[in-house]
C-alpha cells in the first residue's frame, strides 16, 4: 500500500532543466586534421577522428574546434611519453561530454534514432599497432 493520492493518469514530468540539449545521435562530417599541429602518434590521429566526429559537434563553435586542436596536441603529446598530461586532458573531454556520467552533468541527451537499419561502418581508421605504441609509452622510448 502506498501512501498519498494516485498520481493523475496524464502525469507530465514538468522538472525539465531549461539548459538541456538533445543532440542528434548522428555522428557528424567531422574536419581534417590540421596539419599544422604537427601530430606525430596515430593514438592523436584517432583521439582527432573520434571528436571531430562525435555527435557533440553538430553544436560546436569556432572556439570548441580550437579547444579541440589544443587538446588533441596534449593527447599527442601523452603518447609521446608526457604521463602528466592526462589529468588536464580528462578534465577537457569531460567538458565536452565524454563519459555518461558527464553527460548527465550537462543535461546533454541523444536523440533515439527511429527506424534506421544498422548504421553503415565508417571509413577504416589508419593502421597503427596498438601494442607497438603502448610498448613506447611504458617504455620511455
Not at 543532440?23 to 571531430?52: D, M, N, Y
Not at 604521463?83 to 563519459?99: D, M, S, Y
Request: charged fraction near 25%; aromatic fraction near 6%; glycine fraction near 8%.
Amino acid at each position: 500500500m502506498t501512501r498519498g493520492p494516485a498520481p493523475k493518469d496524464n502525469a507530465i514530468r514538468r522538472n525539465v532543466h531549461p539548459g538541456a540539449q538533445s543532440l542528434p545521435a548522428t555522428a557528424q562530417p567531422g574536419r581534417e586534421l590540421p596539419k599544422a599541429l604537427g601530430i606525430t602518434t596515430g593514438g592523436a590521429r584517432r583521439f582527432w577522428k573520434t571528436w571531430s566526429c562525435a555527435p557533440q559537434t553538430a553544436a560546436w563553435t569556432e572556439t570548441d574546434w580550437s579547444e579541440l586542436e589544443l587538446t588533441t596536441k596534449l593527447v599527442d603529446g601523452l603518447f609521446l611519453g608526457d604521463l602528466k598530461l592526462a589529468g588536464e586532458i580528462r578534465q577537457r573531454v569531460a567538458k565536452w561530454g565524454a563519459t555518461v556520467e558527464d553527460r548527465a552533468r550537462l543535461r546533454m541527451t541523444f536523440d533515439k534514432t527511429t527506424e534506421e537499419g544498422p548504421a553503415a561502418p565508417s571509413a577504416p581508421a589508419p593502421e597503427v599497432d596498438m601494442d607497438e605504441e603502448l610498448y613506447k609509452l611504458l617504455n620511455g622510448t
